[in-house]
């Protein structure tokens, strides 16, 4: 069994074709449920955000299954194949693992090091429990992508070498509407993002916060914390009315702020708006940014802001991490393959020990309990000792990159039951995903 990683990205893709295989809550789960039914898949989940789709699964072989998962991106994109699959990307096994370690550490997020990358990996970690398509490949792949996460944050400080894409768009409207301070900040939306610019604006200083959005009750709780106002959505209009800065990032499938309703509200006004679209699909429609005065920043412009803009010493010291990280999970995992072998055969050694110490007693039944256990035991003793050095180097060379399976030959050679060594694999139980 093997991971396999099929997805599409802002360093793989323009925003148009994200913005077509963005999906809400619904859409993950199906998708999920849809990568989990595939032919020779036997797990799978999916991290989502605004500028990433990734289908994670664990897989039996890679030919059929890498045909099955890029078709349910394509088909989500309605595209056709030809056009989608050059901004699709494929990662296998060692690969794979590599990929969501990068990933969890933020060196592949638009922003490089943002942390708002953690949550979504341990949301997609517990979405896949939840709904019982994540085993103990991808729960213990997953866990250690998270625990690998925060250690890079902890030893570096790679958080602090790129704005968040919420900093970045404030940055570049700072050019039109100056700085947050004194200002009246409008978020639309009520969910991670529009958390994370709320306590970005509020921190900056803003002189009104107003949270936005079609359930009140999430706006209440959003606003309360930030001492900020919540709004319903059907009053959109009279807070952009009032806005100097507009930061929309809600989960809905269309537009929200169109140019109709910016004419309305713009209407004789006689200072500038500053627009920040952060949604997948966008909230707010393009020529929005052809009124006067109006300054439109959305994924797209943001992607071209902040690439490339992460390099120096803390990057290559995650790199270094990470590389530390791969290579020792690579190991563990390889010795974890042959434990099931090496159980069943020493297992296989009791039964047989015991076996013929039962034919022997049989045959001298005078021997007094003494004797018979002075036996036992250094039968025991010389098969623990036959079977250490094979055992032990079985275990050495599972840790060497080739296309010998010691573990099968193992097997093979001591004509274990299959049965047997299944048995020995134990599920993992999250520590991670649970939290």
């Known amino acids: 069994m093997s991971v396999l990683v099929v997805g599409i990205s802002h360093n793989s893709a323009p925003v148009s074709l994200l913005e077509r295989v963005a999906l809400d809550h619904d859409g993950v789960q199906k998708l999920i449920a849809d990568a989990a039914s595939c032919e020779h898949v036997s797990e799978a989940t999916v991290i989502a955000t605004c500028n990433r789709l990734e289908i994670y699964t664990e897989v039996e072989r890679f030919h059929g299954s890498i045909e099955q998962i890029s078709r349910l991106l394509v088909d989500r994109a309605g595209e056709s194949t030809e056009a989608m699959l050059p901004h699709l990307y494929v990662h296998y096994d060692d690969g794979a693992i590599s990929h969501l370690f990068q990933v969890a550490a933020g060196l592949d997020s638009m922003a490089v090091g943002e942390g708002q990358i953690l949550g979504q990996t341990r949301e997609a970690l517990r979405r896949g429990q939840e709904l019982g398509t994540v085993g103990p490949a991808l729960n213990l792949l997953f866990q250690q992508a998270l625990r690998v996460g925060k250690r890079t944050r902890a030893e570096t400080e790679i958080d602090q070498v790129a704005p968040t894409l919420v900093s970045a768009a404030l940055d ?53 914390q930030y001492a900020g106002e919540a709004v319903r959505l059907a009053d959109l209009g009279d807070e952009l009315a009032r806005a100097d800065i507009v930061i929309s990032c809600t989960g809905s499938s269309g537009t929200i702020i169109d140019r109709a309703l910016m004419t309305r509200v713009r209407r004789g006004a006689g200072r500038p708006l500053a627009l920040i679209d952060l949604a997948l699909p966008h909230d707010i429609a393009p020529d929005v940014a052809d009124l006067p005065d109006v300054r439109l920043v959305g994924l797209a412009e943001l992607a071209e802001l902040l690439h490339g803009g992460a390099t120096g010493r803390e990057v290559q010291e995650v790199r270094r991490i990470l590389g530390e990280e791969v290579t020792a999970f690579l190991a563990a995992r390889r010795q974890a393959s042959v434990t099931p072998t090496v159980v069943a055969l020493r297992s296989m050694a009791t039964n047989v020990v015991d076996a013929e110490m039962t034919r022997l007693e049989g045959r001298l039944p005078e021997l007094d309990e003494a004797t018979r256990e002075e036996i036992r035991h250094a039968v025991r003793r010389v098969a623990d000792k036959l079977l250490h050095e094979p055992t032990v180097r079985v275990k050495e060379l599972a840790n060497e990159q080739g296309a010998v399976s010691y573990a099968a030959a193992l097997a093979e050679l001591f004509a274990l039951d299959p049965d047997a060594v299944d048995a020995v694999t134990r599920p993992v139980v999250s520590e991670e995903g649970r939290s």
């Open 172 to 224: 570049e409207t700072a050019k039109l509407v100056g700085t947050v301070e004194g200002k009246h900040v409008v978020v639309v939306g009520a969910g991670a993002m529009a958390g994370l610019a709320t306590a970005t604006a509020s921190r900056l200083g803003a002189g009104r916060l107003s949270i936005v959005n079609r359930s009140v009750d999430r706006a209440v709780r959003l606003a309360v």
